[in-house]
């Protein structure tokens, strides 16, 4: 739980496909190392794909099928640790594939890339100058101050409440570069990942629909962008006042588990992963909400974006974290299907439901989540 692992720029939805997928080749050239120093390679396209490879003389090769840009990333493993331990020691980079070859080289590093004729990547590189850098950096900043805190202040509210409003200013800030820079550069297929992202913390479909629909159509008809007109179309539907959709997931022991089974109670449906640092960080102040609660006719229902791979982390989180509330997922990651249904692009964000089946409320965190219930229960 103490570093974040997440492409989030790139929540590709699979129900979108193109017409044809073409073959893309990925060739890279990282000074002289060879094994034991691996690489690991994620790339989204539908769903998401994973290989890795020993570098000989630095040199590495990944092919496969996209069906248009498609986001990915590579770790570093410069001693044969593993994966994840090059992960948290930051050997990180995110890259943008396209149909054809994209070559790479770097006299030593992630960090010190540069790329040969790469039009997607000089594109990528331009968009994220222009917004201040990588959201997977603030997502990091924040797990790095919670994992450094004590036990103690990992338990504290009123310390992981500071922590989720700073990292949510940030995140702010950011959505305002995004937003300006997409409507200044209409012909760029990465003002749909600006809006994309833009749009994690509080989607305006008023402001956001005029500027995406502006875009040029052959971005807005690609796997991200019809995936971020079925998001506005969730937007519009999935909102305070309007009917919760009603869905079936199974729960960490494969039992079916149904939404609407919960009527008559208050609902918080929770979407999260055991990834996620901010999930982490909140899930004390839910623990507590649900304490005071549960016996007033209030429920928890979690929803996690975890993946096959992960269903153990997903339980251990769980138990780590005393989730005693229901918790269901499909393992499928950002293509969760109620995740999807509902439109999320971000982790965490919820949506409290009423007795009958209505969303009353959708993000409240902390002390937010705190009064409302007290405005609720304790009148």
Known sequence: MKHLIILVVCCLLSTFGQAQD????LEGKIGNLNAPAKIYFSYWSGEEHNDSTFLDKGTFSFKGLIGGPAASRLILDYSGQGMIPAAQANHIYYLYL????????????????????????????????????????????????????????????????????????????????????????????????????????????????????????????????????????????????????????????DRPVKLSDFRGKYVLLDFWASWCGPCRAENPNLVKAYAQYK????????????????????????????LTWPQVSDLKSWSNEVAVMYGIRAVPQNYLIDPQGIIVAQNLRGEELSKFLTGIFDK
């Open 22 to 25: 073409k073959t893309f080749i």
């Open 98 to 253: 396209e149909p054809g070859t994209v070559k790479l080289q770097s006299p030593d590093s992630l960090q010190n890339i540069v790329f040969q004729n790469s039009p997607i990547n000089a594109a990528h590189l331009d968009y994220l100058q222009k917004v201040g850098g990588q959201v997977q950096d603030l997502a990091a900043k924040m797990n790095k101050k919670y994992a450094a805190a004590s036990p103690e202040q990992q338990k504290d509210t009123t310390f992981t409440n500071a922590l989720n409003r700073e990292y949510r200013a940030l995140l702010d800030e950011r959505a305002n570069k995004q937003k300006q820079y997409a409507k200044n550069h209409p012909d760029s297929f990465f003002s749909i990942v600006a809006l994309s992202e833009a749009g994690t913390n509080n989607f305006n479909v008023k402001e956001i629909e005029p500027i995406f629909n502006a875009i040029n159509k052959k971005h807005r008809d690609t796997r991200d962008g019809k995936a971020f007109a079925q998001r506005i179309n969730a937007e519009k539907n999935i909102k305070v006042g309007n009917t919760a959709p009603d869905f079936t997931q199974n729960d960490p022991n």
């Open 295 to 322: 016996d007033k006719g209030f429920e928890i229902l979690g929803v996690s974006l975890d993946d096959k791979k992960g269903k153990t982390a997903w339980i251990n989180a769980i138990e780590k974290d005393g």
